[in-house]
Nanobody, 129 residues
């Protein structure tokens, strides 16, 4: 089993920045691929970004590309989501998730919630206008 704990959320003004962290514990972390998802009130949970175990592969949703950056430090068993130029529509609970499956040949697979085996409880991000 893998336990994931998100942190770093908070309240920020539009145009500001936050860095979210996802700390993994339990079974050896690598070679997991990890993704970030978010869920706004009244909406479905949606994909934000994903990264392979090595960090060589990343994938972003179109709505965050160029503003959010996913990275990882396997020595610290931690995944990061750097969030810049935040907008009110980025307000949501942000979840990290890990997959037992290696990075897929069809990259769109990483956007599917069912591909992930482990989930954190989330951290709230609120962007004020």
């Amino acid at each position: 089993q893998v336990q994931l704990v998100e942190s770093g959320g908070g309240l920020v003004q539009a145009g500001g920045s936050l860095r979210l962290s996802c700390a993994a514990s339990g079974r050896t972390f690598s070679p997991y691929a990890v993704g970030w998802f978010r869920q706004a009130p009244g909406k479905e949970r949606e994909f934000v970004a994903a990264i392979s175990w090595s960090g060589a592969n990343t994938y972003y949703s179109e709505s965050v590309k160029g503003r959010l950056t996913i990275s990882r430090d396997n020595a610290k068993n931690t995944i990061y989501l750097q969030m810049n130029s935040l907008k009110p529509e980025d307000t949501a609970v942000y979840y990290c998730a890990a997959s037992d499956t290696p990075w897929p040949r069809t990259v769109m697979v990483v956007t599917q919630r069912g591909w992930y085996d482990y989930w954190g409880l989330g951290t709230q991000v609120t962007v004020s206008s």
